[in-house]
């Protein structure tokens, strides 16, 4: 089985986005399958400038047929 997208976004401990990443078929395939799946992000923003160290919100979202799933976590950067 495989989800049509998936949509990954970071966000600042204060909820201000910093980063938007979209895996479908046309870029990330390997995302798209059922499973235990590691992404690295390279601690940059959107305009590609280092982010400080801290702690960063993670939430994904996946697209499977007609229903949307939803997770988030936190992670601390170095």
């Known amino acids: 089985m495989q989800v049509q997208e998936v949509n990954l976004s970071i966000y600042t401990s204060s909820f201000r986005i ?3 990443f979209t895996f479908n078929p046309l870029n990330q395939v390997q995302f798209l399958a059922v499973g235990a799946h590691e992404f690295v992000w390279d ?3 959107e ?3 280092p982010l400080v160290p801290g702690t960063y919100l993670c939430f994904v979202g996946a697209k499977l047929g007609k229903k949307n799933y939803e ?3 936190d992670f601390s950067t170095p």
């Open 71 to 73: 997770a988030s976590g």
């Open 18 to 20: 910093v980063r938007r």
């Open 47 to 49: 305009e590609g400038r």
């Open 43 to 45: 601690v940059l923003d």
